[in-house]
């Protein structure tokens, strides 16, 4: 394991986390009605959010596991895992518009569950956008208080897929975000610990 996490190639990584993509993908090119992409939407909304929640617990888990090799691979990668997010993203956002008549999809536009999965797939746009080094580089500062804004995303993306079928299920979506909810607490919980012990050192 230890030899996996130092030689993964960001090829094999790409390979593995386009993998699902394949079969949903020849599921599209060989739909003959728009009830094949209202079924996809869910696999597409589905690994979207793991992997945005998997790029989002790499510093918390490194922060926890001090010393182990597989947070500090997460966070080094965490990039190719948001990326993969938008992309999966995109593609839900896309059999949306292809199973709806256009009609539909502006009437719902305003329903709680439609604009929060709106608004969370926009901000991720950007993150998407500048998450490459020279983005990094160029931006500076800038960049880091971006990304905060995945923390805004998260939350919509839970929003969203909770509310929807008027929250008559939501115990998917909280299974997946709650080991990011409980390690987002952690991390918020060691920094200011850490901090107040900088502070009462310095007095």
């Not at 995303?153 to 008559?168: E, F, I, P, Q």
Request: net charge positive; charged share 15%; glycine share 4%.
């Amino acid at each position: 394991m230890s030899h996996f996490f130092k030689r993964t190639s960001p090829y094999l990584l790409w390979a593995i986390l386009a993998l699902p993509s394949f079969a949903i993908v020849s599921q599209a090119l060989g739909a003959e009605t728009n009830r094949v992409y209202h079924q996809l939407l869910h696999p597409t909304g589905e690994f979207a959010a793991r992997f945005m929640i998997i790029s989002m617990m790499a510093t918390p888990l490194m922060m926890l596991f001090k010393g182990w090799r597989g947070p500090q691979w997460l966070r080094k990668n965490r990039r190719y895992f948001g990326v993969a997010a938008f992309a999966y993203a995109a593609l839900h956002t896309l059999f949306y518009l292809m199973s709806e008549p256009l009609q539909r999809i502006l009437a719902e536009a305003t329903d709680f569950e439609i604009w929060t999965g709106w608004v969370a797939f926009a901000i991720f746009i950007p993150l998407a956008a500048t998450s490459h080094d020279w983005a990094v580089r160029k931006m500076g500062p800038a960049w880091k208080s971006l990304q905060r804004w995945t923390y805004g995303a998260a939350v919509l993306t839970l929003l969203h897929w909770a509310s929807l079928h008027d929250w008559r299920s939501p115990t998917a979506a909280i299974v997946h975000f709650t080991p990011l909810a409980l390690l987002t607490l952690y991390r918020i919980w060691s920094t200011y610990s850490r901090r107040r012990a900088r502070a009462l050192k310095a007095a």
